[in-house]
């Protein structure tokens, strides 16, 4: 388990180090995730039992992970308060739009498989 978590904390380093080298306006640890997807896809796209077990105890305590979150969302509440329109607004648009998007997908997706 310590070397699943050492390699999945590799790649989301790896992924800090090329966004900040590269100025990439992409989070780190998304490019972490795709280094990691790549390098799965290079072993034929299994993943070892050590990663899975390692990724299974960490999704199941994904929870604890928004913690942190939610503090922060208390700790700005008056900011928050003051600028509610603008907030609600682009959260409305980000959702509309995701579920535009969404739905595009899989038009696209469920006519290429036919």
């Known amino acids: 388990m310590i070397g699943a978590l050492a390699a999945l904390l590799s790649c989301q380093l790896t992924g800090e180090v090329a966004v900040r080298a ?3 306006p992409v989070p ?3 490019i972490g995730m795709v280094l990691l997807f790549l390098y799965l896809q290079l072993r034929g796209g299994e993943v070892p039992a050590p990663l899975s ?3 299974e105890a960490l ?3 994904l929870g604890l992970l928004f913690v942190p979150a939610g503090v922060g ?3 700005y ?3 928050l308060a003051q600028a509610w329109a603008p907030l ?3 959260v409305l648009a980000g959702t509309l739009l995701t579920i535009a998007a969404t739905g595009k997908l899989a038009e696209f997706l ?3 498989l036919r």
Request: proline residues 8%; positive net charge; glycine residues 12%.
């Open 22 to 24: 590269l100025h990439l």
């Open 28 to 30: 780190g640890p998304v």
């Open 53 to 55: 077990a390692t990724a």
């Open 59 to 61: 999704l199941g305590n």
């Open 73 to 75: 969302v208390v700790l």
């Open 77 to 79: 509440l008056p900011l």
């Open 88 to 90: 609600g607004l682009a």
């Open 110 to 112: 469920f006519r290429r």
